[in-house]
């Protein structure tokens, strides 16, 4: 055939251009469906559906005596013009979500056929074609002289490496500073660049199946050569904890680190590389052709052991004062070795699957082959990462979930040592039993490590909660409650943190004046919809993204009202941005609890799309309260001036802490604490936050629309294409820039008030 190394290249780039597509398409549509997890398993399952049926599809093209090159030009032409259009099929099935949403907006069941059918209706063609790449090529790259399983070992290698580059693009560099937008056109340049040589590559007739081979063909029709079942079984048990594993790796790894956007990109690209050394080390294996099975057998119990072994240390030197909790470190010490086991694990089976070539099957026989065991491999991927999320977390808990997965490795290796003749195969997964139970019955609580390693053993934990979209715990000493998510503090019940929390609420219930309909988006600890609830007549939606927090809720009852028994307040588990998008209601309030704009899929709710859905759900007469904080300098002007663009009368309040947006100019008068006021329950609760006139309103006064707009200066805003606060390392460093200084933003309270003479604080 052609240029062996060309076709390895072309593979190699399309590895690039795939997880580019993969990163760019989960973000886009978390937009469309929320970032639940139900949301991000349904698009997850999607995905990797295409991918099935595209790898199944590869043997039909075979047959055809279609020359592999050629199919697979043509295959990534056609991801690279779906690539092309993908902004406006997002935009398309954001518009069918929204109307089947109407149709059906609390009903879990037909929410989640409707995004499974909007995220298939996009993905099917472009991830189909992805799916059909590896049988093609690997017909493509095998001969009769060949070794073939080392071949397909090598392609699967160094396309997992072109992924493992494409993600570091993607989550470093492409979003950050081009944009999704643009991201999406290079990948499909890429796309059709690789189409377009595998195409004059493929013209050549020696590139074509099976051509010249008739014994190939002979074998292929005599001999269909169906696959060992036991082999069959173990590709999709692999596959199945191997995907339920990288999603309790993620759960388990955000104790430790801190959930930003680097670290996702970071965890991803080590089980990638981790994956890509170990196809090619598989295929120096595969060359020597000496006890493939046996090589597997104890490839797949070791990845067990590795998993709880590699968990396991890294909960060691954390409990021992090692430095082990930066990212870098922790993410090598806990994925790296079973991720490169599992990189063996899978080029072996298809070696023992496609080993029979070497006897005159044809090449499309082995495209089929390696298609039928990527589908199997891909089905079972799909089944556990619904499992890992619906199933093993919320019922065993992330860490007997990781070695309820890691115990499934050590057993599919003992089901294939026990189908086979080679009695060391079967002693050496007994040795691996030997180890892995005692590691996995004394490896330490995961969350207790990292939250004493983090703030301290002086809290006893007293509730737990791990829901499938995240991990929530409560602890408390006699002078306090803190509530922790995922490894990080939250809220805590300390008078200093309980009044901001607080103030979130009242200011804009204040200054509105006549509030009826609230939104509250995230619960935390309940201080700000508990403070929103306090005055009467007010109909307050919470909306919460996970159900665990909400759980914690009563554990805070006497800082929150109690808000989970009153009334006048609805606690509703969603996705806040999805609600916004989503809802036909207005609010003429709206506030949030405090979000931290570096956290990973922050973005989403502080880009001028999130904002200018917010405003759509006001009333005429509505006022947003948006948490600013005291951010680095370039931060918070970013995060300014993106507000301000959407709402360009908007205000500053609390020592420049909050921005008020409104759909008009705000105006206030003296009669606004007064009429709050007249109510004991609300009287009480202002009082509680030191609201108790009209003048400490006045003082809360920092700046108008003007000064604000002086202040941040002409620059970018925050999108969704381009959300640059979660991309912190593409902003200059905190200490790099400027201190934040407040001082030139003094505006003139009296402007906004009715009746005043303009003039002084």
């Not at 195409?199 to 199946?209: I, K, N, T």
């Not at 959930?259 to 295929?283: C, D, N, P, R």
């Not at 006549?514 to 403070?531: E, F, K, M």
Request: charged share 15%; proline share 5%.
């Amino acid at each position: 055939m052609s240029n062996r190394r060309a076709v390895f290249a072309l593979f190699f780039l399309s590895g690039i251009a795939g997880l580019i597509y993969q990163v760019l398409w989960l973000r886009r549509l978390s937009v469309v469906f929320g970032v639940t997890v139900y949301a991000a398993s349904t698009v997850l399952a999607a995905f990797m559906a295409g991918l099935a049926i595209g790898s199944l599809l590869a043997g039909r093209v075979l047959r055809r005596r279609v020359a592999p090159l050629q199919a697979f030009g043509v295959a990534e032409i056609l991801v690279g013009v779906t690539g092309f259009a993908s902004p406006w099929l997002l935009d398309a099935a954001s518009s069918i979500y929204v109307g089947l949403h109407r149709t059906t907006p609390d009903s879990l069941e037909l929410l989640t056929l409707a995004r499974l059918v909007c995220s298939f209706a996009i993905l099917v063609v472009p991830t189909a074609m992805m799916g059909m790449t590896l049988p093609l090529l690997s017909a493509a790259v095998a001969s009769s002289t060949s070794v073939v399983g080392a071949s397909v070992s090598v392609l699967y290698a160094v396309n997992t490496a072109g992924a493992m580059i494409g993600t570091l693009l993607t989550g470093f560099v492409l979003i950050p500073a081009i944009g999704i937008q643009r991201a999406f056109l290079i990948a499909a340049t890429l796309n059709v660049v690789i189409g377009a040589i595998a195409l004059s590559m493929g013209r050549r007739p020696a590139d074509v199946a099976d051509a010249g081979d008739p014994a190939a063909s002979r074998v292929t029709r005599e001999s269909p050569a169906r696959l060992p079942r036991v082999l069959a079984m173990v590709v999709v048990v692999s596959g199945f904890a191997s995907l339920g594993l990288e999603i309790l790796w993620f759960r388990l790894m955000l104790q430790f680190v801190i959930a930003t956007t680097e670290a996702f990109t970071a965890m991803l690209a080590t089980v990638l590389a981790g994956i890509a050394i170990g196809g090619f080390l598989a295929a120096r294996i595969l060359k020597t052709q000496a006890q493939i099975a046996s090589g597997l057998t104890s490839v797949l119990a070791g990845t067990g052991l590795a998993t709880v072994a590699s968990m396991s240390f890294l909960l060691w030197t954390i409990e021992h004062g090692w430095n082990t909790m930066g990212l870098w470190p922790a993410v090598l010490i806990a994925l790296f070795l079973p991720s490169l086991l599992m990189g063996i694990g899978f080029p072996l089976a298809l070696g023992l699957a496609t080993t029979p070539a070497l006897a005159g099957i044809g090449r499309s026989e082995i495209g089929r082959r390696v298609g039928v065991m990527y589908a199997l491999n891909v089905a079972g991927a799909i089944a556990g990462s619904l499992a890992a999320g619906f199933v093993l977390l919320p019922w065993l808990g992330a860490m007997n979930a990781l070695i309820a997965l890691a115990g499934l490795y050590v057993g599919s290796g003992l089901m294939l040592a026990l189908s086979g003749p080679d009695r060391r195969s079967l002693i050496a997964v007994v040795a691996v039993v030997a180890a892995f139970v005692p590691i996995a019955r004394s490896m330490p609580d995961p969350f207790k490590v990292a939250i004493d390693r983090r703030y301290g053993d002086l809290l006893r934990e007293f509730w737990r909660d791990e829901s499938a979209q995240t991990a929530v715990s409560v602890r408390a000493s006699q002078l306090q409650h803190v509530l922790y998510l995922d490894g990080l503090h939250q809220a805590n019940d300390q008078p200093a943190m309980v009044m901001l929390h607080r103030t979130i609420g009242h200011l804009p219930m204040v200054l509105h004046g006549s509030p009826q309909d609230v939104l509250v988006v995230g619960l935390g600890g309940g201080a700000t919809p508990g403070a929103v609830s306090q005055y009467p007549g007010a109909r307050v939606q919470v909306v919460e993204l996970s159900e665990s927090v909400r759980r914690a809720a009563h554990l805070f009852a006497h800082v929150n009202y109690d808000l989970l028994n009153l009334p006048n307040v609805d606690v509703r588990i969603d996705d806040g941005r999805n609600f916004l998008a989503l809802t036909d209601r207005r609010f003429d309030v709206i506030t949030a609890d405090i979000i931290q704009p570096g956290h990973a899929g922050a973005g989403h709710v502080y880009s001028r799309e999130y904002f200018s859905l917010v405003r759509r759900a006001l009333t005429d007469n509505g006022i947003v309260l948006q948490w600013i904080g005291h951010r680095p300098s370039v931060e918070y002007t970013l995060i300014m001036r993106t507000f301000l663009d959407v709402f360009p009368d908007a205000t500053l309040w609390y020592d420049g802490n909050f921005m008020v947006g409104t759909r008009k100019p705000l105006t206030i008068h003296a009669g606004l604490i007064d009429r709050a006021r007249q109510y004991p329950q609300t009287r009480e609760a202002l009082a509680a936050i030191g609201l108790t006139g009209f003048d400490v309103l006045r003082s809360w006064y920092t700046a108008g629309a003007d000064e604000m707009r002086a202040f941040v200066g002409e620059g970018p805003l925050l999108t969704d294409d381009r959300p640059l606060v979660e991309y912190h390392h593409w902003l200059p460093a905190p200490q790099d820039q400027p201190p934040l200084d407040l001082s030139a933003l003094k505006g003139d309270v009296n402007r906004i008030i009715s009746g005043a003479a303009p003039g002084g604080r």
